[in-house]
């Protein structure tokens, strides 16, 4: 999850003292001094974060900020898109009958409408059951009372199958051409621009997201060559008296590490508060529209690879400079 | 140990610091470079621990071709040299111990071993009390003492100092000299840079003069 470790640097099989033992005791000395190594570089990286709490708070804010952005985005239309799921199924073709065609005529259409392939399911509604409908309505009752008769043609809900289902089915012409009907309502305009809006704006995220990870890898870069800077002594020293170049890395790696975490867990802590302030309002405004249940949050997995995306960011922006510096300061080699 | 072979060093600027330079030192022997400031003592030094390359020429070391080391073999090479510089280039954030065991870290020396061999360098120096003091809390004398203890922790075949006792008084000089005297009885190859004159003649060790980037004499004062 903290991305990859660098190469093990030091070989005690070339320093003076490393007399001939059994292979795997050597190797298991190297493995602990490995351990050793890393685990020094882990918390001592560490320490220096809190050795300078204002400059390394600055910098964790920026990638929090940074970093909570694309997420919060992402939690946006990953909730419009589950919201708009029921909206965008809704394939059903409402067919109203001429109002001259009685039951028994509307039960004829309904059975030719069934033995076509490209059909369903066909459901029946007779005028009587539309003004049953309409006068459970408040206000309609005494409006329906006044009418000598009932308005109402009779109405057929078709389901086209999955395999006719689309932005226009041929289906859907058919029917619009059919004399025994007087009009064909098929809702696929508005779920066609609904998909067309959030197919833009998964990709607007995307984008977002990788151009605010370019930003964290370039904020964490300035920040650990900064850090290079103060301590180009320590690091000159080092190489002088025989560190490998992943020894003199290591400890800005772990650095880069800790940054990318911590911007990360900052950005989740921003989306957890916005997820808790705007849970109230956001359940009444849903409620009012769709039986949808509460805002879908980040899950403990999307969570998770945040922290390792930041982790791995972070590493990535310091080894790139580390590594340049490096190369530019590597005396006479 | 240390072999020149007609080496030579040319700088940007079109001099040759160093011109055609040849000497060889065996394992074990105290060498000193001599000359005046700018004949080429400090370059001839870090030709030897690969901080330059000589623009022609060979040098050897452990019978190694240096212009073969490259890349990762570079850091390989000076951990087998314990460098000591003039302004002994602590790291002034941790302790005297800390300094110390840089050189053992690097390695992946056990941590066992690390406090005993630190304490065994820090005891050879005459600094043991010290090990937790802050580098800068030190005199002069005694940080140069610490250079010189992180140089031998790792107990390298050669030691280099770029004159060591550039800021120190005479007293002071002579016994940094003997410590580093006491190290060619035990078998290391010691090499030293330095224009005190006066110093290197109570040595009574080999010395190497560099004239223009020329070696114009190698004589032992007070040899038989």
Redo the contacts between chains.
Sequence with gaps: MVGKAPRRTGDPATTPDAAPRAPRRRWRERAAAWRDQHLYSFFSSLGRLAARPFASALTVLVLGLALALPLLFWLAFDNARHWSGGLREARDITVFLDPAADAPAAQALAAELRGRADVAAVLVRTPEQGLAEFRQLAGFGAALDAMADNPLPSVLVVTPAASAAGYDPPLVGELRGDARIDLVQYDATWGRKLTGILEFGERLVTVLAALLAAATVLVIGNTVRMDIQTRREEVSVMQLIGASDGFVRRPFLYAGLWYGLLGALLALAVVGLLEFALAAPLERLLGAWTDAQAARGLGAGAALGVLAAGATLGWLGAYLVVARHLAAGRPGA | MLRFDNVSKRYQTGLDVIAAVSFEVAAGEMVFVTGHSGAGKSTLL?LV?????PTRGRVHVEGRDLARV???A????????G?VFQDH?L?L?RSVFDNVA??L???????AQIGKRVRAALDKVGLLARERAAPQTLSTGEQQRVGIA?AIV????LIIADEPTGNLDPQLSLEIMNLFADFGEVGTTVLIASHDLFLLKRMHKRVLVLDHGRLIDDFRPGAP
């Design positions: 870090k621990g690969l901080l330059e390359r490259r890349g990762r570079v850091a390989h090479l000076r951990r087998r040299i460098m280039r790291l954030d840089l050189p870290l690097i390695t992946g020396t056990p941590h992180r790792g107990k390298p075949p």
